[in-house]
């Protein structure tokens, strides 16, 4: 006997093709094929003798007829599917990626070599739910140590020059069509792309070496007062005393000797403060000195000509802006044989 179509479940789907069809009837059988619009459906699959699945193929808009053919007999429905062009599907939106590290205050998208921060990511689709979309995170340096949809860990390198700034990059893939059932299926996609980028730092040695710099800088009298504090931020109070600081110190004494430890503590605390007089900042350098100086006009501060030696540690305040380390403030923890026990030049 020949087939029989009663009905198509659904009964409309894109002109992609790829919609799944249950058609329900009578003497079906192992066998059995399909055509929708005198297109042949993929993936038949007999249910039993009244019911069969199979997948559409693509077709341009419009009514199209269904058939059934076994044992060269046919049953049809005719205009029992009707394909429809699919309203316009736009790519996931990458609102945002946002790296954030484990320590308090921490600024974002910033990370010190091998710490591992968490990147988040805010999708937006109009068709799709975010959690059906899928994602694919890649970072040009380091290592995704883990990924669960829009949120991921990156590990920086253990060792690498600093400051650099690495991109981690994103790929949300979005399934638009499907071709074939759900076996052996061929899915339609679009891809959005977005990046952000990660400052990478070894902060305890560009502290340390901002730190050591300067006080080296500030021991040699030939440097001009604006050189020696170039690497001062701005938005700082210390930047201006501290070039006030180096100004009196040119009018009125030679530093004809120094030493500045090459070694000293540095600490990492965003948004702190550093512990001789509390000063604010995000990272702290102790730095032993030692300078010899002359003497070079008689004033309440000293004798023309007489040398005088002050040994203590420069502590300097640093800052974490504009994605680099800059100083901030500097003090001075020691003693002189200067008459006023400690230059006036130095704070």
């Known amino acids: 006997m020949a087939p029989t179509i009663f009905s198509v479940t659904p009964n409309a789907g894109a002109t992609a093709g ?32 009244a019911v069969l699945i199979a997948t559409t193929g693509p077709h341009a808009a419009g009514p199209a007829d269904v058939i059934v053919t076994l044992n060269g007999q046919s049953g049809a429905l005719l205009r029992g599917f009707t394909y429809v062009v699919p309203p316009p599907n736009t790519p996931p939106t990458i ?8 320590r308090a205050n921490q600024p974002s998208n910033f990370a010190d070599l091998n710490e591992e921060v968490v990147v988040t990511a805010t999708i937006a689709d109009a068709e799709t739910p975010v959690a059906q979309l899928t994602y694919t995170w890649t970072a040009e340096a380091g290592t995704i140590t883990s990924a669960s949809g829009p949120v991921a860990r990156w590990r920086a390198p253990a060792t690498m020059s600093t400051p650099r700034s690495v991109t981690i990059t994103l790929t949300v893939t979005e399934v638009v069509a499907q071709v074939g059932g759900l076996d052996g299926r061929t899915l339609i996609t679009q891809n959005t792309v977005g990046n952000t980028s990660v400052s990478v730092h070894d902060s305890v040695k560009e502290i340390a070496d901002l730190a050591y710099q300067f ?43 120094w030493k500045v430890g090459a070694v000293f503590p540095v600490a ?46 420069g502590q300097c305040t640093m800052v974490y802006r504009q994605n680099r380390w800059w100083l901030c403030d500097s003090d001075f923890n020691g003693t002189s044989n200067t008459p006023l026990w400690l230059p006036p030049f130095i704070r």
């Open 268 to 313: 990492v605390a965003f948004n702190d403060k550093c512990p001789f007089r509390g000063k604010p900042g995000d990272g702290c350098a102790q730095v032993p000195v030692e300078w010899h100086s002359t003497c070079l006009k008689t004033s309440d501060e000293c004798t023309a000509g007489q040398t005088y030696t002050t040994i203590g540690t």
């Open 18 to 49: 790829g919609t799944d069809v249950t058609i329900s009837g009578a003497n079906f059988g192992t066998g059995a094929s399909v055509t929708v619009g005198g297109v042949a459906a993929t993936n038949v699959r007999v249910i039993g003798t």
């Open 215 to 257: 006080l080296v800088d500030f021991s040699n009298s030939a440097l001009a007062p604006e050189y020696v504090v170039r690497n001062f931020y701005s938005g700082c109070s210390g930047a201006a005393e501290e070039l006030s600081d180096v100004v009196k110190n040119r009018a009125t004494y030679n530093i004809y000797n």
């Open 95 to 102: 609102l945002s990626i946002v790296v954030q590290g484990p």
